[in-house]
């Protein structure tokens, strides 16, 4: 992930946690086209991380870090991880 105003404050939440769990929800959203062409993809993993971040300097030199989350299973999702598409297709050939 890359290290920039949006994403330190979760950085400095995790250092800085002594012995909670750092426990998140990813979404990726994917979208492309519109009305009879829309398609989507959405994917949500719910997971947390046993394991401080790891650092480290890109060779572009943005600052990144290595975040590794194992799925842990989420109530809201009813599973660790939810898949979902969208294909506005009328007519399947």
């Known amino acids: 992930m890359e290290l920039n105003d949006t994403t330190d404050d979760h950085l400095i939440a995790m ?8 426990q998140k929800q990813v979404k990726i959203t994917y979208t492309t086209g ?3 062409t829309l398609r989507s993809l959405v994917l949500t ?3 947390h991380s ?5 650092l480290f300097q890109d060779r572009n030199g943005v600052m990144t ?3 590794v989350l194992d799925g842990v299973y989420n109530p809201t999702l009813a599973n660790w991880l939810k898949v979902e598409t ?5 007519t399947l050939a």
């Open 15 to 22: 250092l800085g946690a002594s012995s909670a769990i750092l």
């Open 34 to 36: 519109t009305g009879a």
């Open 45 to 47: 993993f719910a997971g």
């Open 50 to 54: 046993m394991q401080a971040p790891e």
């Open 65 to 67: 870090y290595d975040l």
């Open 86 to 90: 969208t294909s506005e297709t009328a």
